[in-house]
């Protein structure tokens, strides 16, 4: 990977690493929605929440499109949920093999 290609990444994994913004992204996967309805799921403030979904529309998860007053957000690109799978699953079996670990202590 070169140098650019490393940053790119980083700054895209960085863009998940906000527990709100997951929620945003889970919330999103019903199907499109406007800011308050997305407030409503996440229990996000309307300032915090459109401060999350302006980092995720600028890292390309995102993407927005008005109607009358409203501006509806829905998932751009729909690999990150494969992403978030796979790490779910990670932590899952992290979590499992950590239980067993103290159950036959």
Do not use: W
């Not at 309805?37 to 979904?53: D, F, K, M, V, Y």
């Amino acid at each position: 990977m070169t140098p650019e290609l490393t940053s790119a990444v980083a700054l895209r994994f960085k863009a998940l690493a906000e527990p709100a913004r997951l929620q945003v992204l889970h919330a999103l996967q019903a199907g499109p929605d406007h800011v308050n309805g997305l407030a409503e799921a996440t229990g996000l403030n309307q300032a915090n929440l459109s401060r999350h979904l302006q980092v995720l529309h600028a890292h390309g998860f995102v993407s927005r499109r008005r109607s009358g007053t409203f501006v509806y957000y829905e998932i751009a690109d729909p690999g990150v949920f494969t992403l978030c799978d796979l790490m779910c699953s990670a932590v899952t079996d992290q979590a499992r093999g950590t239980a067993r670990r103290f159950a036959t202590r």
